[in-house]
């Protein structure tokens, strides 16, 4: 088993439809009906020469309580069902989690979750944000309808108040 793990700034079409329409709804938030943001770079898994999984970062500024603080976004990880739960997913994050801490020195990880998903987040050390999270929409703003989940970096404390996005989440 053969595993290359490639960066890129966008995703060609091909890797999109593999990646993403391989079933209906498969982040389970379609009902939602919510506008999503691009990422500014993706993690690509091949497994054999096989593109099976993605992970996807953006750096942002959102406020706390009206402070400003630098976070790498999170967002679109997957994996094709023909290859889950062999950690290709894991990798991904952990690879993620590692570059916006050492390459982009941002604060905190922040991405937004399902609940079925928290344990998952939780395993690798993400925290489940008690304080409301406003998110842009075309409608305006709006409170979240997803749960939102740090990780802080190199001992930060993440700060206690409500977060304002200041975009479309991710």
């Known amino acids: 088993m053969a ?3 490639k960066q890129v700034d966008t995703l060609d079409a091909a890797d999109r439809e593999r990646l993403f329409d391989w079933g209906e709804d498969i982040f389970g938030a379609q009902s939602l009906n919510l506008r999503w943001r691009s990422k500014d770079l993706h993690f690509l898994l091949y497994n054999d020469a096989n593109l099976v999984s993605h992970a996807g970062i953006l ?3 959102v406020k706390v309580k009206g402070e ?6 999170l967002g679109g990880v997957v994996t094709l069902p023909e290859a889950q739960r062999k ?8 690879l993620s989690m590692s570059f916006m801490e050492s390459e982009w020195k941002v604060g905190a990880g922040l991405l937004f ?5 928290v344990r998952y ?3 690798l050390g993400w925290q489940v944000l008690e304080s409301p999270v406003v998110i842009d929409q075309p409608s305006g703003k709006i409170a979240s309808p997803l749960l939102v ?3 802080p ?3 930060m404390k993440w700060p206690p108040g409500s977060v304002e996005l200041q975009s479309f989440p991710w």
């Open 149 to 151: 989940m740090v990780l």
């Open 59 to 61: 750096r942002h500024v």
């Open 68 to 73: 400003p603080i630098v976070v790498g976004g």
């Open 87 to 94: 950690g290709f997913a894991r990798r991904l994050v952990q």
């Open 113 to 117: 979750c399902l609940p079925r998903m």
């Open 121 to 123: 987040y939780e395993s």
């Open 153 to 155: 970096f190199g001992g």
């Open 3 to 5: 595993v290359e793990i």
